[in-house]
Nanobody, 124 residues
C-alpha cells in the first residue's frame, strides 16, 4: 500500500522560507513522478511543481519559478519542496502526489496517490 506523508508546514512571515517533505512508503518510487499541489481556501487545487525520478525532468508553475525548488532524496524515498521568498498568497494546504511515469505531469487527475496535506500560512 502506497503512503505519502507530508511534513514541514507551518506559519512564516512574508519573505521567509519553509521546506516541505514528502516521505513515500509501500514501494520503490524510482519510476515515479512526484508532484506538489496546493489548495487555498475557496480556490481550486493547483499545480506547484513536479519531478520525474526516472528522467529527472522538472516542471514548475509560473508563479513559483525562481522561488521554489523541488528535489528528491532517492535513498530515502523523499521529495522536498524548498520555498523561499514566501508571499501571503502562497498560503494553502500543500499536497504531495505520485504516479508512475516519466513526465512532470501538471494535472491533479493524472496522479494516483496523494498525501493528507500540510498547512502553510504566510503572514503579511
Amino acid at each position: 500500500q502506497v503512503q505519502l506523508v507530508e511534513s514541514g508546514g507551518g506559519l512564516v512571515q512574508a519573505g521567509g522560507s519553509l521546506t516541505l517533505s514528502c516521505a513515500g512508503s509501500g514501494r520503490t518510487f524510482s519510476s515515479y513522478t512526484m508532484g506538489w499541489f496546493r489548495q487555498a481556501p475557496g480556490k481550486e487545487r493547483e499545480f506547484v511543481a513536479a519531478v520525474s525520478r526516472r528522467t529527472a525532468y522538472i516542471r514548475y508553475a509560473d508563479f513559483v519559478k525562481g522561488r521554489f525548488t523541488i528535489s528528491t532524496d532517492n535513498a530515502e524515498n523523499t521529495v522536498y519542496l524548498q520555498m523561499n521568498s514566501l508571499k501571503p498568497e502562497d498560503t494553502a494546504v500543500y499536497y504531495c502526489a505520485a504516479r508512475r511515469g516519466s513526465g512532470a505531469y501538471i494535472g491533479g487527475d493524472e496522479y494516483d496517490y496523494w498525501g493528507q496535506g500540510t498547512q502553510v500560512t504566510v503572514s503579511s
